[in-house]
């Protein structure tokens, strides 16, 4: 079964940035999607940005110029550039994977943006 581990939230200011990161535990061949979710207290799980194997990029409109996804060369991992953050950004940060009828959910990181 296949983990994913994620890492790189924390605490910062209005303004400030933020770089998550999250491998899977094994190397994934072929097609796969890969991605960040995030929810707030009260609110539901929402798609902040996606990559494919392609490299095709999908991003909620809210964070659209300001956080930026990529992923690894070789390695099933992908990485969330979070610049300008805001109050709103606030949330507990989910890594999905899917592949093939997979569909994977790593154990969330806090972000929290905050004076």
């Known amino acids: 079964q296949v983990r994913l581990v994620e890492s790189g939230g924390g605490l910062v200011q209005p303004g400030g940035s933020l770089r998550l990161s999250c491998a899977a535990s094994?190397?994934?061949?072929?097609?796969?999607?890969m991605g960040w979710h995030r929810q707030a207290p009260g609110k539901q799980r929402e798609l902040v940005a996606n990559?494919?194997?392609?490299?095709?990029?999908n991003y909620a409109d809210s964070v659209k110029g300001r956080f930026t996804i990529s992923r690894h060369n070789t390695k099933t991992a992908v990485y969330l550039q979070m610049n300008s953050l805001k109050p709103e950004d606030t949330a507990v940060y989910y890594c999905?994977?899917?592949?093939?009828?997979?569909?994977?959910w790593g154990q969330g990181t806090q972000v929290t943006v905050s004076s």
């Open positions: 999905n994977l899917k592949f093939n009828q997979n569909d994977i």
């Open positions: 094994e190397r994934v061949f072929g097609l796969y999607i």
């Open positions: 990559i494919s194997t392609g490299s095709l990029t």
